[in-house]
Nanobody, 112 residues
Framework: QVRLVESGGGLVQPGGSLRLSCAASRNINAMGWYRQAPGKQRELIAAITGGGNTNYDNSVKGRFTISRDNSKNMVYLQMNSLKPEDTAVYYC?????????WGQGTQVTVSS
């Protein structure tokens, strides 16, 4: 089992920045950030392996950066140049041996 706890969401103006954090109860290799906007399906936007290899959805590439600190069992999502369409609940997720683990989600609202 892995427990994931997100933090760092909030209200930000368009063009602003936020940093999301995800605390894991233990080290786990495959981790990522998903988001779900109202009326839409949950989508994977960024992923990172234990070795630091990353992948991004085209919608956030160049604006968001996923990183991790394995010594602290933490994963981060730095979000820059935020747009109103980035408004969603953001979830930290992990996968290990076919099992998926999810955090409770944190709301990000981009609005003037």
């Amino acid at each position: 089992q892995v427990r994931l706890v997100e933090s760092g969401g909030g209200l930000v103006q368009p063009g602003g920045s936020l940093r999301l954090s995800c605390a894991a109860s233990r080290n786990i290799n495959a981790m990522g950030w998903y988001r779900q906007a109202p009326g839409k399906q949950r989508e994977l936007i960024a992923a990172i392996t234990g070795g630091g290899n990353t992948n991004y959805d085209n919608s956030v590439k160049g604006r968001f950066t996923i990183s991790r600190d394995n010594s602290k069992n933490m994963v981060y999502l730095q979000m820059n140049s935020l747009k109103p369409e980035d408004t969603a609940v953001y979830y930290c997720a992990a996968e290990e041996y076919g099992a998926e683990y999810w955090g409770q989600g944190t709301q990000v609202t981009v609005s003037s």
